[in-house]
């Protein structure tokens, strides 16, 4: 039961993919439809693995952080229509994300331990796949942005992927947005997990390699924030920063699993 819902969840993301390079537009409700279900898939498949007991696993962090972005997507492309362009880019990464995560469900998984705090313990998860999520979205923004920077130098515009990508302007303006999202959330995601620290060990902070790791990318995101919004740094050099932050996060959150469980 378990294999086939990892594989239907896997397979749930094919046909919006497929439908975003065929149908540049994406304005119908067949494109909506093949949205919810790709992001259905993963969610039912996390919740029913997950059921009474939380896994802290590699597998089921990125299974979490593939519903997350994908639960984020959703309304994005509901509130800013230009974002339904990204989904030509965004559903083959996080396909490959649920590709690892179904290899590495083979390893052992772990449950945490019962005592601790619910309802802090869910708020900072919630708070750290919200940050994980919008930051893999600015990136995959990011890497649009340099996708069709790239189209219009070369002269291929009309060709490729780069037909089915938002506006360079369009891009820019909601990566920016996306930015400052994710500073916002992560600022509470170090809210919940000192609090959740202090519970834990009577220590507010503690400098281990995932709390240094947060804090320089909550640096980064701040920095980026502030002078794309003040003085309007454009193209691949925001491109390339959030990108740099994206892979601190990522070091910072299922990385962290991997060095665990594998390398350990």
């Known amino acids: 039961m378990s294999l086939l ?15 975003s390079l065929r149908s540049p537009q994406r304005t119908g409700g067949l494109f909506w439809c093949l949205l919810s279900v790709a992001a259905a898939g993963p969610l039912l498949f996390v919740v029913v693995s997950v059921g009474t007991a939380w896994r802290s696993d590699l597998a089921m962090a990125l299974w979490l952080a593939v519903c997350a972005s994908l639960l984020i997507y959703l ?20 396909f490959l994300l649920t590709l690892i995560a179904t290899i590495a469900g083979a390893a052992p998984h772990v449950v945490l331990n019962e005592g601790l705090p619910g309802t802090w313990f869910s708020a900072h998860i919630a708070v750290a ?59 509470c995601g170090l809210a919940t997990g000192a609090a959740l620290q202090n519970y834990l060990t009577g220590h507010v902070l503690e400098f ?47 990385g962290v699993k991997f060095v665990a469980e594998v390398l350990s």
Request: proline share 5%.
């Open 129 to 187: 796949l919200a940050t994980y999520a919008l930051l893999t979205l600015a990136a995959i923004t990011g890497l649009a942005i340099f996708v069709k920077e790239r189209a219009l130098k070369l002269k291929r515009s009309a060709s490729g992927i780069a037909p089915a990508l938002p506006s360079v302007a369009d891009s820019e303006k909601l990566q920016s947005q996306l930015l400052g999202a994710a500073v916002i959330v992560l600022l």
């Open 75 to 94: 309304p994005l492309c509901w509130l800013r229509p230009e974002a339904r362009g990204l989904t030509v880019l965004l559903v083959p990464y996080l």
């Open 5 to 19: 819902l990892n594989m239907s969840a896997l397979l749930a993301l094919v046909p919006v993919g497929l439908f």
């Open 208 to 254: 281990d390699h995932k709390t240094v790791l947060s804090l320089v990318t909550l640096a980064i995101l701040a920095v980026l924030w502030l002078v794309n919004s003040r003085f309007g740094m454009r193209g691949r050099t925001v491109s390339r920063l959030v990108l740099i932050a994206y892979l601190l996060l990522t070091l910072a959150y299922p």
